[in-house]
């Protein structure tokens, strides 16, 4: 058997096993359209999903249209998004946002990853939970921390950048399952395979999963042999929430916190 088709193999029987453990896994996010969504999910950034959800209501009222995102002064957008952290990062990242969806799609979010991801504050992480989420669209797998996570302890992908862990889970599972596939392994990292501590005893895939970088022993994905990590001990799992460009446009966001942050300073 090829490393392709063992992989292969091993995704869809840890697929199969989530689906019975998390057959309703959906999206932690609230929302009540595409919008609510895309502007819900930029501010997951760097953020937990339930600090989103007590943010929201609030947001979404007060800003309901693209338009009105793109006409708020942005000290008042600032500082109704401000407990989310990187709030200057994220008010500038969702009015320009806004703004290129009011003059380029009538206000509305577009049905397509490649003009999700060109617009500003948009990573292919964000574009996949919109376009699967909001709309059923499976255009890809979405990766954030916990897939990243799993991903590598599951043996499902050797890489720790979301966009070719992305393209492992895509290779090794059909197109139906890779909406589904992201809920599951988010809800499965959130109640069992967490970063610190992951419940390895009481896993429901524990016999299936060759736990790579947890025990201190590192056994490859390709299923087999062991080697020791290079210090001995537990490899340090991802920690990285989002893809390359999600990743590049929030650091890009924080050295402008940085900078915003002198200038004030310096007044
Ligand atoms: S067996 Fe351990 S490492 Fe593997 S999925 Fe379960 S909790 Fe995570």
Known sequence: MTKHHSRQALATAIAA????????????????????LLIATILSAQCTDVRVNQVTPAVFRKYPTAAAYAAAAADDLKNDIRSTGFF??????????CRQLCERFGGEVPRDLDALVALPGVGRKTANVVLGTAFGLATGVVVDTHVSRLSQRMGLSTHTQPEKIEADLMQALPQTEWIALGHRLIEHGRRVCSARKPLCEQCPINDLCP???????????????????????AKKPAVRRGSPSDAAKAKRGKSADRKLRGRRSAD
Do not use: M
Not at 17 to 36: V, W
Not at 214 to 228: C, F, L, S, W, Y
């Open 211 to 233: 736990r790579i970088g947890v025990d201190g022993a590192r056994r490859t994905a390709a299923g087999g042999g062991t080697q020791k990590s290079a210090r001995g001990g």
């Open 88 to 97: 200057n990062a994220k008010a500038a990242a969702i009015q320009n946002c």
């Open 17 to 36: 096993r989530l689906k019975k453990c998390y057959p309703d896994a959906q999206c932690a996010l609230n929302f009540s359209n595409p919008l609510e």
